[in-house]
């Protein structure tokens, strides 16, 4: 198991910038990717950006060129860096690990709210 402890939402203003952190604990050895997931309030949760072990990104096509993801390994951390947020990237963000099980492992959000 892997815990999951996500920072850095808030309320942001449309065109700001927010960073999102994942910390991780636990049996960190065990992740095979790690991801960001938000869920629009009365929506499904729907993938933001994924990164493999190996350093691979995918995007969400609504994020792309605005969101980046990145690691600190050192810190066992992966973070989101939201830029030119939108009133439609307002959601809780989700943290996710995937374990070389399969098991999927979730922190517990954290929300993201774009408004004036």
């Known amino acids: 198991q892997v815990q999951l402890v996500e920072s850095g939402g808030g309320l942001v203003q449309p065109g700001g910038s927010l960073r999102l952190s994942c910390a991780a604990s636990?049996?960190?050895?065990?992740?095979?990717?790690m991801g960001w997931y938000r869920q629009p309030l009365g929506r499904e949760r729907e993938l933001v950006a994924h990164i493999t072990s190996g350093g691979s990104t995918t995007y969400a096509y609504s994020v792309k060129g605005r969101f980046t993801i990145s690691r600190d390994n050192a810190k066992n951390t992966w973070n989101l860096q939201m830029n030119s947020l939108k009133a439609e990237d307002t959601a809780v963000y989700y943290c996710n690990v995937v374990l070389r099980n399969g098991m999927n492992n979730w922190g517990k959000g954290t929300l993201v709210t774009v408004a004036s």
């Open positions: 636990g049996s960190i050895f065990s992740i095979s990717a």
